[in-house]
């Protein structure tokens, strides 16, 4: 089997870089159709429509509805097609980028990303998650090409609640555990191939920088901050984990995390912070050694992430709330099944239950 490495055509970081869209975009085609939440446009109109319109491009906006869901893209479609849009624009967090990626798709136009957290690994990827009207995950939907523009303005990421950098940690914390099981499977890919040893020193990089500048990074936010370390942890969770995941491969964390949508008290947690939580059980599954164990529960105490499955609502972890996570998680088709162990339901719910264990043993011995 092939190794396949997927990467988007052009990505561009840096503080103040909303200025230069228009540039950025010109090449794309005139006719700009914008879609973000009623914040993220109010929190990028006027520098978007000075950078774009100064480079002869006609911007205009539509407001998402809040949930990537099959009929949020059909409407977003139906939108595009009657401004006769050349490409989409999506501004925002990882639902928002995802849909955007889904019109493009299926319009066949290409499609420019501009987050304005650093929450998830959504903007370089391939990969649109696609949720039901009620939040829990239905299906992958994999676009045959990533963005064309990936545009990150750290100074407005910075500004943002830290609280969303926190949780771009916790879904870049996976990357190395779950490409790392894959390959050592053989398992493919999200372009459906073998790893590259690129994207598996991708994966690596975006793990290290965590543990080295995460702490750093969180405290110069919440200063409202562009440092160094600010800049490291930006990379690592929107590029380097983006990267890792897609062309390293997906295993238990993010199947832990589709498990945990099906109980409604997890609704109010983001993506990342459900996937911290996922990366503990994916290593108790597999049985990772001690100390590295002990490595991510002392990186997610310092920086914020959940380790215990109060942290995510579950405050009443009953065995068929917990049997109805393994199940999910363990669908047929699961990225679970990229591990190296042997997976079932049972398994799944002793992983998910040593690891709030774990967690709530390590808080109450260090007082975290």
Known sequence: MAKILIAPGRYVQGPGVLKEAGEQLKGFGKKLFICGDAFTINLTQDTLNQSVQAAGLEPSYEQFNGECSFNEIERLIGK??????????????????DAGKAVAMKMGLPVAVIPTIAATDAPCSALSVIYTEEGVVEHYLITPANPNLVLVDTAIIAKAPVRFLVAGMGDALAT???????????????????????????????????????????????????????????????????????????????AIHDGLTVLEETHHYYHGEKVSFGV?????LEGRRPDQIEEVLDF????????????????DPTPEKIRAVAEKACAKGSSIYNMPVPISVQAVEDAILGADAIGRAFKKKFGV
């Open 80 to 97: 595009a097609q009657d401004l006769r849009a050349d490409v989409i624009v999506a501004v925002g967090g990882g639902k928002v980028i």
């Open 176 to 254: 190395w555990f779950e490409a790392d099981s894959a390959s050592r499977t053989n398992s493919k890919n999200m372009p459906g191939g073998l790893t590259t040893v690129t994207a598996l020193s991708l994966a690596r990089l975006s793990y290290d920088t965590l543990l080295e500048y995460g702490e750093m990074a969180k405290e110069a936010v919440q200063a409202g901050a562009v440092t160094e370390a600010v800049d490291r942890i930006v990379e690592a969770n929107t590029l380097l984990s983006g990267l890792g995941f897609e062309s390293g491969g997906l295993a238990a964390a993010h």
């Open 300 to 315: 997610c105490s310092r920086v914020g992430l959940p380790v215990t499955l109060a942290e995510i609502g579950v405050t």
């Open 280 to 284: 503990l059980t994916h290593i108790v």
